[in-house]
C-alpha cells in the first residue's frame, strides 16, 4: 500500500488531502498540532512546541513519523502547513507576525526536507506551499509573510538541484492565490469566493502528482 505523510494535516488543506488520500486507498500519516481522525497514523506536536528550537522540534517530529513508518519508506510528502499573517515593519505585532510566519512556513518545511531526505522513497514527491505574491514582488502589507514565502520558493529550487540530499525525490511547490476554506470566507465575506481554489482541486492535483498519474517538474513552482 502505498503512504504519503501529510505535515499540516488538520489545517484545511492538509484535511482535505488526508481525506482524499484515503479516499484512495493510501496510507497517511498526518503531522499537526492535533491528531486527524481520518488518518492512519498521526505525529502530533503539542502547542507549546513553539517554544521548541527547530532542532528540538524536528528531532520530536522525526522520531515520530519514524515509529509510524515502521521501518518503509513514504511515497510522498506534502507540506501543507501554514498561515497567513500580515504587517508592515511598523505594525505593532510585526516581529510576532514574522516569527509565526517563520515557525509555521519555514520551520516546517524544512523539517520536511529533512525527513524527506531518509524517508522518501527514490522518485517520491516532496510538495511545498509557496505564494504567488512572494514570487511576483514585494509584499509591503505582510512582510514577514512574504519573506518565509520566498524562503519556501528557494528551499525548492534547491533541493532540486543535485547534492541537496533529496535529489531523487520530485521536489515542487503549489502557490495557490486564494484557496477556499472557511477561515477565507470568514475573514472576506464580500469575496468573489467563486475565484477562488477549491480545496479539493489542489488535493486532487497533490494526488495525481503523488501517484504518477500526472507528471511534474522538480524545481518548479505552480501557480
Not at 521501518?71 to 510585526?94: E, H, M, P, R, Y
Not at 472557511?182 to 495525481?208: C, K, Q
Request: hydrophobic share 45%; with cysteine; proline share 6%.
Amino acid at each position: 500500500m502505498p503512504s504519503v505523510i501529510v505535515y499540516g494535516g488538520r489545517g484545511a488543506l492538509g484535511a482535505a488531502a488526508v481525506s482524499l488520500f484515503k479516499q484512495r486507498s493510501w496510507r497517511v500519516i498526518s503531522i499537526d498540532f492535533s491528531a486527524n481522525p481520518d488518518a492512519d497514523a498521526n505525529v502530533t506536536v503539542p502547542p507549546a512546541s513553539a517554544a521548541q528550537s527547530l532542532p528540538e522540534q524536528g528531532l520530536e517530529i522525526i522520531k515520530g513519523v519514524e515509529s509510524a513508518l515502521g521501518g518503509f519508506k513514504t511515497d510522498a510528502i506534502l507540506c501543507v502547513a501554514g498561515g497567513w499573517q500580515g504587517g508592515n515593519a511598523a505594525s505593532s505585532k510585526f516581529l510576532d507576525s514574522a516569527d509565526a510566519s517563520i515557525k509555521q512556513s519555514v520551520n516546517s518545511s524544512l523539517i520536511a526536507a529533512n525527513i524527506a531526505a531518509h524517508h522518501l522513497r527514490p522518485n517520491g514527491l516532496l510538495a511545498f506551499t509557496g505564494a504567488v505574491p512572494a514570487l511576483d514582488g514585494g509584499t509591503p502589507a505582510m512582510v514577514g509573510y512574504g519573506m518565509a514565502k520566498a524562503a519556501v520558493h528557494h528551499l525548492v529550487t534547491s533541493l532540486a538541484l543535485p547534492k541537496s540530499g533529496v535529489d531523487s525525490a520530485r521536489v515542487v511547490a503549489i502557490l495557490p492565490v486564494t484557496l477556499d476554506t472557511p477561515a477565507n470566507r470568514a475573514a472576506m465575506p464580500a469575496a468573489d469566493h467563486s475565484s477562488w481554489t477549491p480545496l479539493s482541486e489542489v488535493a486532487e492535483m497533490l494526488f495525481r502528482w503523488s501517484s504518477g498519474q500526472t507528471p511534474c517538474e522538480s524545481g518548479k513552482l505552480y501557480k
